[in-house]
């Protein structure tokens, strides 16, 4: 089927900013609750929000096989469960009904004012009911540095990092939408020169820039996903912050893993941009250095996206400083590695399940995506516009994720992923 909707010469009938993440090529899916309090589910093009709903029941999507209420809902897992061919004939006839060639809606005053809401008149929610959400290690950069840390730089990369795409299963209840606020976590630390862990609010508080996808239904138990054709159960992607209490966790992996210290909040932006708008952002993924054995294997190079992402640290004075700029493509283990490795063992993925893609950092420091790298685990402070420095986060500081892809002929992107932070309970 033709991805119609990508067409980068399509104009739209609503107004578009020249670098707004949304223009007509993208089409993303999420849900809000409009100032009426009716929660639909909808897209977005410009500044607006379109009630996916409403078109629905005013007989736009006519000869799409969809079930009445499939727009009716407070999450998109049904939708996400009816598979690519529907999302596909779905996001082309929005495209096409928002063409600016189309005059169906756009002459239709009365539909319009059903269907078409201004953002600011909206409150975006949490766009899937996650069942279960998994978050991959997959960046070789963090891995390293992370491991030089704690470990030194001869044995910096654990002895299974190259051959399987590391991971560990978070927890889902936590994961919220962008704009809700981060409470700061208590928990057992163990301070330097201690005898015994104390208990008190973390004193290392971090982000982890990331992205994840969302599954549809992929498998049943005890059946696996090849591969090359991983592709056809992952829906879309969102920006996402998997905050960390690097004292707590520090005290807490071994022997198990993160826990408290990761499973207090998860942050996700609310619109999830499908893979087929991000398709001519496809470019070649990271050599990987390592063969891997064969359920791993891609018979395709190209399976990276230059996504360019950005985080901020917005202070309570109303300073923005920049604290890092990377890209998705530095990702060394690629989601469908990520997505076959998880079904191996006969695993089953669901529709609205979550995979995180790990921290992306790249080379440099002005790529690392955590602050536990970029003051190095508090030894490099950075000084923001204020003057004052940070070596990880303050209660009142506004964390930003921001991410888009652009070529010659459109930009799409993600909007923003975001967190306040308040003192702890």
Not at 136 to 161: C, D, Q
Not at 216 to 234: K, M, Q
Request: proline fraction near 5%; charged fraction near 25%; glycine fraction near 8%.
């Amino acid at each position: 089927m033709q991805l119609t909707a990508n067409n980068p010469n399509r104009k739209s009938w609503l107004h578009v900013a020249v670098d707004c993440d949304f223009p007509i090529q993208n089409i993303p899916f999420g849900v809000f609750l409009t100032k009426d309090d009716i929660i639909t589910i909808g897209t977005r093009i410009g500044e607006y929000a379109i009630d996916l709903g409403a078109l629905h029941q005013l007989g736009y999507f006519e000869g799409i096989p969809l079930t009445d209420d499939i727009f009716m809902q407070d999450s998109l897992n049904d939708f996400i469960a009816d598979g690519r061919i529907t999302w596909r004939l779905v996001r082309n006839r929005i495209a096409d009904i928002f063409d600016v060639n189309n005059q169906k809606l756009q002459a239709n005053q009365a539909h319009r004012d059903e269907v078409i809401f201004d953002m600011k008149d909206i409150e975006v929610l949490l766009p899937v009911d996650i069942g279960d959400y998994t978050d991959f290690y997959s960046s070789k950069e963090h891995a390293t540095n992370v491991g030089i840390m704690f470990r030194g730089p001869e044995n910096a990369l654990m002895p299974n990092w190259k051959h399987i795409p590391v991971g560990y299963h978070g927890r889902a209840s936590s994961i919220i939408v962008s704009g809700t606020p981060i409470i700061r976590p208590c928990g057992q630390t163990m301070p330097p020169d201690a005898s015994k862990p104390v208990f008190g609010p973390t004193k290392r508080l971090d982000m982890e820039l990331e992205t994840a996808f969302i599954t549809t239904a992929a498998n049943h138990l005890g059946e696996s996903i090849p591969v090359n054709d991983a592709e056809e159960y992952i829906f879309g992607m969102v920006l996402f912050n998997d905050w960390s209490a690097r004292d707590i966790q520090k005290w807490e992996y071994v022997p198990l893993g993160p826990f408290l210290g990761k499973s207090f909040a998860s942050t996700i932006s609310p619109w999830i941009v499908t893979m087929d708008a991000l398709e001519p952002f496809r470019c070649e993924s990271p050599k990987q250095d390592v063969e891997v054995l064969d359920y791993l294997k891609q018979d395709r190079t190209d399976n990276a996206y230059d996504i360019k992402l950005q985080a901020f640290l917005e202070t309570e004075n109303g300073d923005v400083n920049k604290l890092t700029e990377t890209n998705f493509k530095h990702m060394y283990w690629s989601m469908k590695q990520q997505l076959a490795h998880h079904t191996i063992n006969g695993c089953n993925v669901r529709a609205g399940d979550m995979m995180g893609s790990g921290t992306l950092s790249g080379a440099t420091r002005e790529a690392f995506a955590s602050m536990l790298e970029i003051a190095w685990a508090g030894k490099k402070p950075i000084t923001l516009k204020d003057g004052s420095t940070r070596v990880f986060f303050n209660d009142g500081d506004n964390v930003i994720i921001k991410g888009h892809c652009k070529n010659e002929n459109v930009r799409i992107g993600f909007g923003t992923c975001a967190g306040k932070i308040l003192p702890s309970k």
